[in-house]
Antibody, heavy 117, light 107 residues
Framework: QAQLVESGGNLVKPGGSLRLSCAASGFIFTDYYMSWIRQAPGKGLEWVSVITTSSSFTKYADSVKGRFTISRDDAKNSLYLQMNGLRAEDTAIYYC??????????WGQGTMVTVSS | DIQMTQFPSTLSASVGDRVTITCRTSHDISSLLAWYQQKPGKAPKLLIYRASSLESGVPSRFSGSESGTEFTLTISSLQPDDFATYYCQQYYRNWYTFGQGTKLEIK
């Protein structure tokens, strides 16, 4: 059964850094794009970033471009999000999602990032 | 950028009702639209992909359709488990945008 498990969320001060991880199992990780999506408290969903197979291409939402870096380790079936220069508006639940031809078909349970002094 | 407009933002309905949620895109997206259901404290769940294809395991009372740049999610007969928030999402050219969401409440 396909599964994604995020970790690394925490309370961090404005300007700080955090690295999120997502462990994948139950599907052929190397065959799929992977994405990060976030949801601020009480708000809607916001796509953050996508990485293609073989890490050949990455894309970012304008709101995080230049501050966040997505990466993957295919040997470890893992996805990462390095977040630098964090701001209060980055406070959200961060989900990783398997990105298939038909949208985001598998989601993790999410990890909470809180940016506050 | 492709803009998404989802409406209504809130919908009150009763068990057994037929309901429709609409999403409009600013450009043609070649049917590359999905619908998700999210319950409080849970991750979203994919219901419909490519505008009208039902994800495996999703009840057949859910259906999707399109007409040009307007996309519709229909629930044919509401069940108690269907009260949740619904999002549309486009995935055209590796650019992903969600609609604002529709909260489906019990009348």
């Amino acid at each position: 059964q396909a599964q994604l498990v995020e970790s690394g969320g925490n309370l961090v001060k404005p300007g700080g850094s955090l690295r999120l991880s997502c462990a994948a199992s139950g599907f052929i990780f190397t065959d799929y794009y992977m994405s990060w999506i976030r949801q601020a408290p009480g708000k809607g969903l916001e796509w953050v970033s996508v990485i293609t197979t073989s890490s050949s291409f990455t894309k970012y939402a304008d709101s995080v471009k230049g501050r966040f870096t997505i990466s993957r380790d295919d040997a470890k079936n893992s996805l990462y999000l390095q977040m630098n220069g964090l701001r209060a508006e980055d406070t959200a639940i961060y989900y990783c999602a398997k990105t298939a031809a038909g949208g985001f078909d598998i989601w993790g349970q999410g990890t909470m990032v809180t940016v506050s002094s | 950028d492709i803009q998404m407009t989802q409406f209504p933002s809130t919908l009150s309905a009763s068990v057994g009702d037929r309901v429709t949620i609409t999403c409009r895109t600013s450009h043609d997206i070649s049917s590359l639209l999905a619908w998700y259901q999210q319950k409080p404290g849970k991750a979203p769940k994919l219901l419909i992909y490519r505008a009208s294809s039902l994800e495996s395991g999703v009840p057949s009372r859910f259906s999707g359709s399109e007409s040009g740049t307007e996309f519709t999610l229909t629930i044919s007969s509401l069940q108690p488990d269907d009260f949740a928030t619904y999002y549309c999402q486009q995935y055209y050219r590796n650019w992903y945008t969600f609609g604002q969401g529709t909260k489906l409440e019990i009348k």
